[in-house]
């Protein structure tokens, strides 16, 4: 089994160029409503591509579930009596809290958990960092340090009249 931290999922231009996965149509009404609501915003974050289907189909359902049994506990008591005589909580309970822990997963691996969002900000990234150019003048002619190998001036306003053998660093956009 590997150990550290999960590994950070990577953009694949083929995956995405599929198009955005169309809803699955064994999906009941409330997993569609909430296919309708994430599947655009996922897609267009490069996050749900065709591979991820079966994954995010999983996920709405799951919440569909959840839902539901969040309604009937809703409705009826937390707690019940058995045939036998005997106080235990309602199924609905453990469904509830079997639905949830499994829309955590799904959640998580899909990047809709704030945690994994962190992960996913790295692949998101569209540009390049934001570095200043730097450059490198050294100067190979001691008898004219402020003169390069073709005798143009070098024109640096720190350092004017450098040393011979100096190396002057200039920012580009500073």
Not at 19 to 24: I, K, N
Not at 30 to 56: C, H, M, N, Q
Not at 140 to 157: H, K, M, N
Request: hydrophobic share 35%; charged share 30%.
């Amino acid at each position: 089994m590997r150990r550290g931290p999960k590994p950070r999922p990577g953009r694949s231009a083929a995956l995405s160029a599929g198009g955005q996965p169309r809803c699955p149509e064994h999906l009941d009404p409330v997993a569609r409503k909430e296919w309708r609501r994430l599947a655009r915003p996922l897609f267009e974050a490069g996050i749900l591509t065709v591979a991820d289907r079966a994954a995010f189909a999983a996920y709405c359902q799951a919440w569909s579930r959840w839902v539901e049994a969040e309604t009937k506990l809703r409705e009826g008591p937390k707690l019940i009596r058995s045939p036998s005589g005997y106080v235990q909580q309602s199924p609905w309970i453990g469904i509830a809290n079997k639905q949830s822990e499994l829309m955590g997963r799904y959640l998580a691996e899909l990047g809709l958990t704030p945690t994994a969002r962190t992960r996913l900000a790295e692949v998101m990234d569209h540009g390049p960092a934001e570095m200043p150019v730097v450059i490198r003048i050294v100067s190979a002619f001691p008898e004219r340090p402020d003169r390069d190998r073709d005798g143009s001036v070098c024109e640096d306003a720190e350092t004017g009249g450098a040393e011979p053998d100096t190396v002057r660093t200039t920012a580009l956009g500073d």
